[in-house]
C-alpha cells in the first residue's frame, strides 16, 4: 500500500502547548488495576498466553438498551489494518448509533512513532510518514483530533506494532515484539499512547492485531508469535491502565476457526472478511466486527460517564465515511468490492 496521507490538520497552538508541557514532565509507570473495572465482554475479549488464546472470564451486562440517547462519538486511530476496519464500521455505525471519525494514517503505529524505525514490509526504505515521524508528532496529531472531534470513546488498532523493524533509526539489525526486550518497551510505549488518547477524558479500546498471511503466501511477519506476544501488552497495557483502557479481541473474530487464530480468507460462513494481500480488512469484515466492537464501546462509555447526554460539537471529519486510502488503494489490496 502506498504512503498517501490522510490531509493533517493541525492543532491550535495552545493545544501544542499544552501538549509539548504534559510531554516534558515523566511518564512514569502506570500503576495496576485496583477494583473491578476491566470491562471485557466474556465473548468479545480475551487474554493470550505466548501460544494459546484462552477467554476472559465473563463480565457482568449492562441493563436496558446501551443505544439510546445522542449517537455514541467515536474516533478510530492506528495503522491501515485500522483504516480498512474502519470501512466496515462506518458502514454499519448508524445501526448501533455510532458516529465513526476515522483518523487512521497508512502505516503509522505507536511502535513505528515511538521507536522511529521503520518496519521491513516497506517496500521502499527510509523514514516514517506523517505523523509518525516521532512520539510527539503522532501524539501531538492526537490531541489535535481529541480537542476537535471530541470523542467519547477511542478505538486504537494496529498491525505495525507486530512487525519486524529497525532496532534504531537505520539500523540493519531488525526486531520484533517477539523480542521480550523490544514487547516491554513497547508495553510502556503503548502504556503511554492511552494516556494521551485518555487525556480528554475518552474511554479507549486497545485491539489486538488481526491474523496475516502476506499475499496469501505470507513471510517472516506473519509470525503467530508475534501475533501472540503483541495481543499480552494489549492486554497488559489493558489492566494496568486504571480503567482508561479496555482489550478487544480482534484476533478471535477475525482468526478464522480453531485457536490460536490464524489467517483465513473467508469467514466459516463464506463471507471474505479480508483483502488478497493477506493484511487488510473488507468492508464485510468489518462489517462482521461491528456489533461486538460498537456494543463493547457503549459499554465502557456508559459505565465511565452514563448516557451521553450533551451533543458534542460537529466532528472536524465528515462521520461515517468512507477512508480515502481505501478508496484509492482497494483494487491495489485486493479487497472484495
Known sequence: ?????????????????????????????????GGAF??????????????????APAQPTLKGSPHAGRPLRVLLVGDSL??????????????????LVNAAMVGCSVAIAWNQGWASTVGVPGPPAYPCQSRDQLTTYWVGLLRSDRPDVVIYASHMDTVEQESSPGSSTMISVADPSFAGRLTQSLSEAVSVLHSTGASVIVTNSAPTKTNLVGNANDAPASLAAYGVVVNEVAASSRGAATAFDLAGILGGPGSPPSFSLASPAGVEWRCLDGIHVSQAGGELVAPALFLLAWQVSLVAHGPPLERPAPPLREVNQPWAPYLAQRHAMGCPQ
Open 1 to 33: 500500500m502506498s504512503d498517501e496521507q490522510i490531509a493533517p490538520t493541525e492543532p491550535p497552538a495552545e493545544v501544542v502547548s499544552e501538549h509539548r508541557r504534559a510531554r516534558r514532565r515523566s511518564w512514569g509507570p502506570i500503576a495496576r488495576l
Open 38 to 55: 476491566t470491562l471485557v465482554a466474556a465473548t468479545l475479549a480475551a487474554a493470550f498466553s505466548i501460544n494459546v488464546l484462552s477467554a
Open 82 to 99: 485500522a483504516g480498512t476496519l474502519g470501512v466496515g464500521l462506518a458502514s454499519a455505525a448508524r445501526a448501533s448509533n455510532v458516529e
